[in-house]
């Protein structure tokens, strides 16, 4: 621990359900890799040997009681304060010896989050293909959404500064964890750094708690959630533009009926058509108004922000 502060160096965050089969190994590489670091399993309720392995090869292991990763990951950064993190699944499918690296990444002021990017060896492995097809739209929707360039949203493998965990909500309560903390980190901006790591398959005997369809579901719902949340203009600004052009184009009907020669005046297309553009209207002041307020939040969220950041500069002299 740093000597004035009390504070960790780095610390190891490892959420783990039923992960006995890998969860001494990777304690043990991570320790390696990062002597210095306090290495913290928290366990969500699994019912094999997890937390014993894992006390056996010198973690502090941290129950959790609530079940989901979206839990497990909000209490670990209430819990334990420190310089910086690093979060790891501790099924043993990413590498340790990346681990240095991208906390120097974030040591050297380049960045506030390191994501380990493991698309680019998504072929080499055993990776269910609907897996894969969700993980490239989740990630079209979000670069989309927000003009970015991110590679892999829903990695478990990351590294993040102090001033980055203090600066994310936690709302997730699942495996959809992982996008949520990519979409608040963009919609601060927050500088992400990815990196291109080899995943591994899990080990023999070891097995992914993913449910391909439920959980895949649940991510698209949140995703979807947060845009509503954080990009209202994009949002609220589609659907009124669906509604006004709709509405023109029953408009449009009711007049060119109406011009038609023996046509009568089509007068419930006519209202039809005004209350598809008043809605189009009022999606669109709908999302002017939450613009508006997520920028004030935005203003506020910089600015503390830039005061963590001075503040622990003003420690370090």
């Known amino acids: 621990m740093n000597k004035e502060s009390g504070t960790l160096p780095i610390a190891v965050l490892i ?28 366990d969500n309720n699994s019912t094999d040997r997890t937390a014993d392995l894992a006390h056996s090869e010198g973690a502090m292991v941290i129950k959790e009681k609530r079940q989901g990763k979206g839990f497990v990951v909000s209490s670990m950064f209430d819990k334990i304060v420190a310089e910086y993190y690093l979060m790891v699944d501790g099924d043993d499918t990413y590498p340790a010896d990346v681990a240095e690296g991208m906390i120097e990444i974030l040591k050297n002021e380049e960045a506030d989050i390191v994501v380990a990017n493991r698309l680019e060896s998504y072929h080499y492995t055993r990776v269910r293909p609907f897996h894969h097809l969700g993980n490239k739209l989740v990630r079209f929707l979000i670069n989309l959404s927000f003009s970015a360039r991110i590679k892999d949203p829903m990695s478990g493998y990351r590294a ?8 994310l909500p936690f709302l997730s309560t699942g495996f959809e964890i992982e996008t949520e903390l990519t979409v608040q980190a963009l919609f601060r901006r927050l500088k992400i750094k990815e990196i291109d790591i080899i995943y591994r398959d899990r080990p023999k005997g070891s097995y992914s708690k993913l449910k391909t369809f439920s959980d895949g579901w649940s991510v698209l719902v949140t995703i979807f959630m947060l845009l509503k949340a954080y990009k209202p203009m994009t949002f609220f600004g589609l659907i009124g533009f669906i509604f006004f052009f709709s509405g023109l184009a029953s408009g449009w009907v009711a007049v060119k009926e109406f011009l038609s020669a023996g046509s009568s005046f089509q007068l419930p297309l006519s209202i039809f058509a005004g209350l598809l553009i008043l809605a189009g ?6 999302g002017i108004i939450i613009h508006t307020i997520n920028y004030r939040i935005l203003e506020a969220s910089n600015i503390s922000l830039k005061l963590m950041k001075h503040m622990r500069k003003s420690r370090e002299r």
């Open 281 to 286: 209207f009022i999606f669109a002041v709908t």
């Open 160 to 167: 993040f500064t102090y001033e980055a965990i203090t600066a």
């Open 15 to 42: 959420p783990c359900y039923n992960e006995e089969k890998t969860i001494a190994k990777v304690v043990r590489d991570f320790r390696a890799i990062l002597p210095e670091a306090g290495i913290f399993v928290f």
